[in-house]
Nanobody, 117 residues
Framework: QVQPVESGGGLVQAGGSLRLSCAAS????????MGWHRQAPGKERELVAT???????YYADSVKGRFTISRDNAKNTLYLQMNNLKPEDTAMYYC???????????WGQGTQVTVSS
């Protein structure tokens, strides 16, 4: 199983929180900086946050201070804690290597996050 399995999405009100999880392939997880990407309807997929194997992180300006990315290398699992959610965070969220583009072969199904105002 190379495709990751994302979970934890749902419908929340603005200001609420969700925690996303991603069970990833060991061969991919162990050798890559990993990232959460999201795609809203009618928009391009964008990189939200990344984390290296050593724990260094990057956040898009739009989520800085609200989202926290983490990883459990022993479990090949990636997490995204999302607090103070906003309607503009509504999107399908995917986990993949940080450098993955739309041409990446192993995108998963994603998990839907919907934030109501």
């Amino acid at each position: 199983q190379v495709q990751p399995v994302e979970s934890g999405g749902g419908l929340v009100q603005a200001g609420g929180s969700l925690r996303l999880s991603c069970a990833a392939s060991g061969s991919i997880f162990s050798t890559n900086a990993m990232g959460w990407h999201r795609q809203a309807p009618g928009k391009e997929r964008e990189l939200v946050a990344t984390i290296t194997r050593g724990g260094s992180t990057y956040y898009a300006d739009s989520v800085k201070g609200r989202f926290t990315i983490s990883r459990d290398n022993a479990k090949n699992t990636l997490y995204l804690q999302m607090n103070n959610l906003k309607p503009e965070d509504t999107a399908m969220y995917y986990c993949a290597p940080a450098r993955a583009t739309m041409q990446y072969d192993y995108w998963g199904q994603g998990t839907q996050v919907t934030v109501s105002s």
